[in-house]
C-alpha cells in the first residue's frame, strides 16, 4: 500500500558543482529516522530504475523512513555534462548525499545500489557516516562486463543501420587515444570509462563492515541466480562478510524501455528493511 510522502526537492554542494537531490520525507519519522540513499544505474539503466525508486519512496514513507536521491553530477538536473563526469567523482557524490542526510537529521543510512550503482555504495560505504546497511537491486559486480554491455548498444545501433559497428577493442582504443564515445546519447569520456571499466566489487569489499542484502530479480520461478552471482556471494560469506542473497520474481524493469515496476521487489525491501510483511 503506497503512502504519501513529502517531496523536498534542493541543489546541494558537491565538490565540482551543484547536484540535485530529491527528498523523499516521511509524514512523521519513527525513532530510528532512517534514510535510504539510492546510488543509481548507469546511463539510461538511471531513468529506467526511477518508477521503482517513487514506489519505494512511497513505501518507505508508510514505515518512517525517508528516501533521498541525488543525481551524481554530469547526470540528470545536476550540474556538468555526463562527458565531464569520471567514476571517482560519483564515488565523492555519493558520500556528499549521506552527508546531507545527516544534516536533514538522520541518525541512520541504508544505502540503495541499483545494477552498476551496487559499485558505487560499495566504494562510497567505508566514508559513509551512520551506515547501518548495504542493499542491492540486481547488482552489476564487475564494471568491465558492465560497460561491454553499453557498447553493444552502440554496435546493435549501427548494424540496425546496416553500418560497420565497429568492436569493443576499437572503442576502447579511440578511448584510450583521449576521444571521447558516443553510445545511445551518451558520451563516454576516457576517465569515465578507464574508472568503471576497473571498479569490481574484489576492490571495494575488504573495508566494508555493515552488513549487505543482494536481491536478485528472476523472470520466473524456474530461473536461478547466476553462477557467477552465487560464487561472489560465498567468497564474501568465506572472508566473513554479513552478506543475505534473497531473490524476488519480477520483470527487468532496468531494461525495459516504457515504464516497468517490480512490486515484489519494492514489498520484499520494505519487508527486509522493517520486519513488517506487506502485502500488495
Not at 550503482?117 to 551506515?131: H, I, R, S, T
Not at 553493444?152 to 576499437?170: F, H, P, V
Not at 567468497?235 to 531494461?255: D, M, N, V, Y
Request: charged share 20%; with cysteine.
Amino acid at each position: 500500500m503506497a503512502h504519501s510522502c513529502r517531496l523536498e526537492p534542493a541543489y546541494i554542494a558537491g565538490s565540482r558543482g551543484k547536484l540535485f537531490a530529491l527528498h523523499c520525507a516521511p509524514a512523521a519519522r519513527n525513532d530510528r529516522a532512517e534514510c535510504v540513499i539510492v546510488a543509481p544505474s548507469f546511463a539510461e539503466e538511471m531513468n529506467r530504475c526511477r518508477y521503482m525508486q517513487t514506489m519505494l519512496a512511497q513505501q518507505l514513507a508508510g514505515h518512517g523512513i525517508a528516501l533521498l536521491s541525488v543525481d551524481p553530477f554530469g547526470t540528470g538536473d545536476s550540474q556538468g555534462e555526463f562527458v565531464e563526469a569520471d567514476w571517482q567523482q560519483w564515488i565523492r557524490d555519493i558520500i556528499t548525499a549521506a552527508d546531507y542526510a545527516g544534516q536533514l537529521g538522520y541518525r541512520s543510512v541504508t544505502l540503495l545500489g541499483i545494477r552498476l550503482g551496487a559499485l558505487l555504495a560499495a566504494a562510497a560505504a567505508p566514508e559513509v557516516k551512520n551506515l547501518q546497511r548495504l542493499v542491492f537491486w540486481q547488482p552489476v559486480s564487475n564494471g568491465k562486463i558492465a560497460l561491454n554491455q553499453f557498447l553493444r548498444i552502440k554496435i546493435a545501433a549501427a548494424i540496425g543501420r546496416d553500418e560497420d559497428g565497429g568492436t569493443t577493442a576499437q572503442f576502447e582504443e579511440q578511448l584510450n587515444r583521449g576521444n571521447s564515445i558516443q553510445v545511445a546519447g551518451y558520451d563516454v569520456s576516457p576517465a569515465l570509462f578507464r574508472g568503471v571499466q576497473a571498479a569490481h566489487f574484489d576492490q571495494y569489499l575488504s573495508p566494508v563492515n555493515a552488513p549487505i542484502s543482494w536481491f536478485t530479480v528472476l523472470a520466473s520461478e524456474e530461473r536461478s541466480t547466476p553462477r557467477a552471482d552465487l560464487k561472489t556471494i560465498e567468497q564474501w560469506r568465506s572472508e566473513g562478510k554479513q552478506i543475505e542473497h534473497l531473490t524476488s520474481i519480477g520483470p527487468a524493469f532496468w531494461q525495459a524501455h516504457e515504464r516497468t515496476l517490480a512490486p515484489n521487489l519494492v514489498n520484499e525491501t520494505i519487508s527486509h528493511l522493517t520486519g513488517v510483511p506487506q502485502h500488495e
